[in-house]
Nanobody, 125 residues
Framework: VQLQASGGGLVHLGGSLRLSCAASRGTLEYYAIGWFRQAPGKEREAVSCSTALGERTFYADSVKGRFTISRDNAKNTVYLQMSSLKPEDTAVYYC????WGDGTKWTINGEYDFWGQGTLVTVSS
């Protein structure tokens, strides 16, 4: 599967953005989709995950209650709706796919077989 992340941009403190992860050459429904982010000078960290078939969702504590992951199987796309954005959310965001992933190790980069290119989110104060 090939992944294309998009939707990043510049937003003010408290604003919202919706990131998209669109797939080609595969059916996203069969994959756990994880969203990760990497801020300058920091390690990549897991943000959220929707397991294969959309059975479960997971969120990092830092985004819980502000971010929502969802799927549109008809469009073969997974979204990350981000609200109440903070400057510390500034990062390059990546989506990744794990075939039949059940989320057991959703925070681990190595669990994902396919990665999209990043999309930059900048939150200004």
């Amino acid at each position: 599967v090939q992944l294309q992340a998009s939707g990043g941009g510049l937003v003010h403190l408290g604003g919202s953005l919706r990131l998209s992860c669109a797939a080609s050459r595969g059916t996203l429904e069969y994959y756990a989709i994880g969203w990760f982010r990497q801020a300058p000078g920091k390690e990549r960290e897991a943000v959220s995950c929707s397991t294969a078939l959309g059975e479960r969702t997971f969120y990092a504590d830092s985004v819980k209650g502000r971010f929502t992951i969802s799927r549109d199987n008809a469009k073969n796309t997974v979204y990350l709706q981000m609200s109440s954005l903070k400057p510390e959310d500034t990062a390059v965001y990546y989506c990744a796919a794990d075939l039949w992933g059940d989320g057991t190790k959703w925070t681990i980069n190595g669990e994902y077989d396919f990665w999209g290119q990043g999309t930059l989110v900048t939150v200004s104060s």
